[in-house]
């Protein structure tokens, strides 16, 4: 063990001082300390940080105890050492990765908070330089006020992307063809004497990641290894598939076994210590001189990989160049998440009302002025609290809500999701400079909903509130049970994902069924009073009713046969969750939408 540990073998190392092994970077200190402790007849405990004979370093857990002769002196010393460099290497990784986390959540308040302020500032800009009764003067110098607000806001979108916290749209990206896209405007931004060298990946090496926020990782790591390299040199990036099985995972300590597509961004520039590689993904730290950088660039590279569910590997040292490389999972290894597109409005004419929930007073005064300017009736509201109590007695028709995702009190997710019981259907658009971890993600999925991000012009509040009210509007659902409770249980699931959900019993069915349209039906296989079956079995051949979920306790014969007499389209066998139910339901209503899939 002894020299699988050190390298050294018993005949080098017989008789010689054990100071051979010290790495001359333990404290002085503590070595007077051991001596104190074990001449006074003691047993020190302690860490020590030795070096092996290639020497690199490792870490002992020491116990060292005196050995005394039969009239009582010191005559030896007895050590039992323990290799704990395993576990100290794990627990800097830890403790990296927990300041990390922190440096995340504080960025996104901080950023929270300006995205507020700068809301305001570049909401008001805008407006007033857009005012052609001002002077030129002053307008131009709203303009100068406007830029720099771009500019911060630019500041706080790097800082919610280190903290995980940018809303992006993941799809399935091919980075070989993200690289062929690109290979020609990195070109363009190296100095002569840096070669760029692009060597292309297997095929299929597709990720699951926001495009342009990709495009950005590449971008940075390029321009810091391009910065890397003052005196020239060579920029190499290349695509590669890895398998992580699950015995490799401690070398991996982020990773889950599986397959990977790995990035990687190598210079052969000036290099880093250890010490500036722990801080490298930190913000505002950087190397370079005052006014050559925000510190931003590679926190940003951080935040984005991590969203992606990935992590970055740094290799490096001084005067040997570094090696960013970026390991994310291989799209064949994950499931697709649907991505919803929203066709944008093409009507000008701005016409509905809306309940504005924003607990920044600014804020709010500034986009309920706009709102009103563009013809819309606003309902102001500080709290999720209050917009719910405001939703309760308002007697007209609610187009849309818009509400800030952070509020004190309830959030603006669940605030809206009471909102929905009210007025089924209605159009949520969620905004928000920070969006923390808390926060159930469902609760930002509500069907019908839509994001913006803050800071937000007046452009785009307008933009995309006329986006959020011209989406289609949510499926209307018959929910038809003779147990009260089960028809309830079903009702708020389906309204808490954002469908317009009724319920009615079997004897009121057939009426509402005939009066009203309807995009799908859930009915019990209990047959209705009189023909009740034949009658919606003629609905659904007549395409009034386009889809059908039986629902049943039982899939017997008996329960088949009235199925297939329905024409129905799935069937939910009790009990039930949430989960089975929105997926049937998604299911019949995507083969509504898309014919040839049914």
């Known amino acids: 063990k002894f020299e699988d540990l050190t390298g050294y073998t018993l005949a080098e190392i017989r008789g010689k001082n054990p100071r051979i092994l010290q790495s001359g970077e333990t404290p002085e ?5 051991l001596w104190q402790t074990i001449l006074s007849g003691q047993t020190w405990n302690g860490e020590l940080k030795n070096r092996k004979k290639d020497g690199s370093f490792y870490f002992e857990s020491v116990s060292i105890s005196p050995v005394r002769d039969e009239r009582g002196e010191i005559r030896h010393f007895v050590a039992v050492k323990e290799d704990v460099t ?14 990390m986390e922190a440096i995340g959540m504080l960025a996104g308040g901080v950023a929270h908070d300006f995205n507020n302020l700068l809301t305001i500032i570049n909401g008001y800009s805008e407006l007033l330089a857009s005012d052609t009764s001002l002077p030129e003067q002053i307008r131009q110098r709203l303009t100068t006020i ?24 993941p799809a399935p990206l091919d980075l070989n ?25 297997p095929r299929d090496a597709t990720i699951i990641a926001d495009r342009s926020q990709f495009e950005q990782v590449v971008m940075n790591l390029v321009v810091n290894a391009r910065d890397a390299m003052p005196s020239g040199g060579i920029l190499r990036i290349d695509l590669d598939r890895v398998q992580i099985d699950p015995a490799e995972t401690p070398n991996f300590p982020e990773a889950e076994p599986g397959s990977y597509i790995v990035l990687r961004v190598s210079d052969t520039g000036v290099g880093m210590d250890q010490e500036v590689q722990r801080r490298v993904f930190e913000p505002f730290f950087t190397t370079k001189a005052p006014g050559k950088g925000t510190g931003l660039g590679l926190p940003t590279v951080y935040g984005i990989v991590k969203q992606a569910r990935g992590w970055i590997q740094v290799t490096s040292a001084p005067g040997k160049g570094a090696t960013f490389s970026v390991f994310v999972p291989d799209a064949g290894s994950q499931p697709l998440e649907e991505v919803a597109t929203v066709t944008a409005a093409t009507d000008n004419q701005a016409a509905g009302t809306i309940l504005l929930v924003e607990d920044y007073a600014e804020v709010r005064q500034f986009a309920a002025g706009l709102l009103a300017g563009l013809g819309y009736e606003v309902l102001p509201a500080s709290t999720g609290e209050e917009a719910v109590e405001i939703a309760r007695q308002y007697s007209g028709v609610l187009d849309l809500v818009l509400t800030d995702v952070m509020l004190p009190g309830i959030s603006g997710p669940e605030a809206a999701g009471i909102i929905r019981g009210l007025y089924p259907g ?29 800071p937000f012009s007046a452009d785009e509040l307008a933009a995309a509130v006329r986006e959020a009210l011209s989406a289609t509007p949510a499926p209307r659902i018959l929910v038809v049970d003779e147990d009260p409770a089960i028809r309830e249980f079903v009702q708020v699931c389906l309204v808490d994902a954002g469908y317009r959900a009724e319920a009615a019993s079997s004897s009121e069915a057939l009426a509402r069924l005939e009066a009203e349209p309807w995009e799908a039906l859930l009915i019990n296989l209990v047959p209705p009073a009189g023909d009740g079956f034949a009658t919606i079995a003629g609905l659904r051949r007549s395409g009034r009713l386009p889809r059908l979920i039986a629902m049943a306790e039982v899939y017997d014969d008996s329960c088949q046969a009235a199925a297939k007499a329905l024409g129905a ?11 089975p139910l929105l997926a049937a339901v998604r299911g019949v209503l995507d083969a509504t939408r898309n014919p040839h899939s049914a």
Request: zero cysteines; proline letters at 6%.
């Open 146 to 169: 406007q830029r720099a607000g771009e500019k911060a806001a630019d500041l706080t979108r790097q800082l919610l992307l280190f903290g995980r916290r940018q809303p992006g749209n």
């Open 29 to 33: 200190t503590l070595y007077q300390e």
């Open 86 to 99: 395993e576990k100290k290497r794990l627990e800097a990784q830890l403790h990296q990765a927990q300041k």
């Open 177 to 201: 063809s993200l690289l062929s896209g690109l290979v020609g405007f990195y070109e363009r931004i190296l100095p002569e004497n840096i070669r760029l060298v692009v060597q292309p990946g």
């Open 569 to 579: 389209d799935a069937t939910l066998l009790k009990p039930f969750s949430r989960e």
């Open 426 to 454: 209605v159009r949520v658009l969620f905004v928000s400079g920070f969006v923390p971890d808390s926060l159930p993600k469902a609760q930002l999925s509500l069907t019908g909903s839509q994001f913006l991000a803050k």
